[in-house]
């Protein structure tokens, strides 16, 4: 409260010294006048302390807010006193003159903003490392199952209502944040204790929010938080308590007055500072917390660029502030996605200027939809790039980490996404495009992976009406004409690959990655052919799988007592064989 406080306050000192000024000057008493504008200023400065108390508003003086009160601060003073003054004149030319002034300097500001006038900073301001297409091949690893994120946000509240029991009367799930988790606790849910653990593990995670304010004024705090695996929508958890400690969270997006999470901050040390992106995150012990986004403009009014980020214990109310790179481990999300969707956007637009009318030459655009995606070195967004007069290719594909906003730019050749898209909606059997065009199905956006070594793109396609996935699909990032889908993760992947396999001269395909490539040799215990594809258990090697298409390898045709085979490395449990040796 301490800058709205201090502006208000700014607001009643002006207000009582211009009344009594013009009082005197009305031949009023000094004191009649003192009284007068102190009771107006008090007025002015609480109506404007309840705005900015309500809005949350933030008072700086790299934002226009502050601006546009003041001029509204001029113009109510300039009324009242041309309605108690009664030579309405005296008070014209300073007001006018401010008025004025305050006017044109937030025009000025406007139009100082343009980026006709900063274009070679705001090409600039995302740093991007480009990374040739030669060497993405050898980048980009190969995808676990476990890793394919099958579960997208609206999957995930489907499933997370499921869970919610006797919360569904008074409580509602929360926009959902995703987060790359590492740690280990005890999570108490109304069904009993689990242990939730792990490394790396991608989460979607939200509280539960009261639905009105009564609800909330009953108990003043919400009990619950839901936690959904994003790669197994068979994982949801309603978390009530985290190693035994009961969840309470009182400071929410939800809340109401004093407990309301952005009017917290506001209140406490914030109400000269821009944030953005309150998101919800939890802790390796599995402790909700909320990071936000800090951040102040760059030019003028405009162009904001992130200063940190504020992490707000949602139960105690405790807000410390870290820089992007001191930030705690567990919080991912600090670069805000509209953010980088517009550094994006002047990246890759203004590379000839601001105006190009004839020199189109390497300007690209990031595809529709962005990602929260996994990989070795942490939370990244995921987004197509391609050049501005193709809808159909691809120049590659970028991926920006949400903690610091560096950039790595990726070439490739190929398709692009929203081609991608298109093959999975209509190549496809027992009539889903028909389904997909009737708004039975909706096919998500898809996500590039790395399959067997082959640049893939996922998607799922989900049911409109209950929110479920009904098939998962694959689609070549190189070739169009490779596609495949199924009812469950392995039978759309076996799919494609066979897609791929008919479609591909088998000297053309190549599973394994050198760097990660394994060698075992093994006794049979087991071999099962089904059409084209051979599987194999293998002694030693319990709960998993070996597979190989005979139309890569005829040597899998052989009825073999132990083999030599190679393969990549990998955390699933079905793994596909690169190369097939009989030893006896």
Known sequence: MGTYLLLSGVFFVITTVVMMWFGMGDGKSRIASLLTGAVIGAIIGLVFLGINYFACSVITFDTSTLYIQVLLFVLILWAVTAIMVDDGEETVPPFGIATLVIFLGLIGSAIYSWDWFHTDYRQKMLQVTEVPESVTDTIVAATSN?????????????????KMGDFKTTYEIAEFTKQSWSGDFIATTPEGDVRVCGENRLFYVAPLEH???????????SPAYVLVDACDENFVLIVTAVNGEPIKMVYTNGAWFSKNLERHMRSHGYGNVILDDFDFEIDENGRPWSPVTTMENSIALSTPVVTGVACCDLQTGDIKWYSPQDAPEFVDLIYPKDIVYDRIYCWGDYKNGYIHWSNNEGL?????????????NGCYYYVGIQAQSDEVGTQGYMLVNTRTGEATYFRRRGISEQEAAR???????????????QGVLALSEPIFYNIEGQKTYFATYVSTKDYTV??????????KDVWGYGETLEEA????????HKNKSTKAV???????ELTLEANVVERVQEGNVYYFHLEGQNGKTFYAYSTILPEVRWDAHKVKISYNKTEDNLIAISSFEKVE
Request: net charge neutral.
């Open 493 to 500: 992947k076996n799919s494609y690959l066979t897609s791929f």
């Open 211 to 221: 639905k009105s304010f009564w609800t909330w004024n009953k108990t003043g705090y």
């Open 364 to 376: 690209t655009q990031a595809c529709d939809g962005m990602d929260v995606v996994q990989t070795e």
């Open 510 to 516: 190549k599973f394994a990655d050198e760097q990660n």
């Open 146 to 162: 476990k890793h394919i994120c099958t579960v997208n946000p609206v999957v995930a509240k489907r499933i997370g209502l499921t």
């Open 470 to 479: 009904k098939y998962y699909g694959f689609c070549s990032a190189d070739d």
């Open 423 to 437: 093959v999975l909606e209509s190549n496809n059997k027992e009539n889903i495009n028909a389904k997909i065009e």
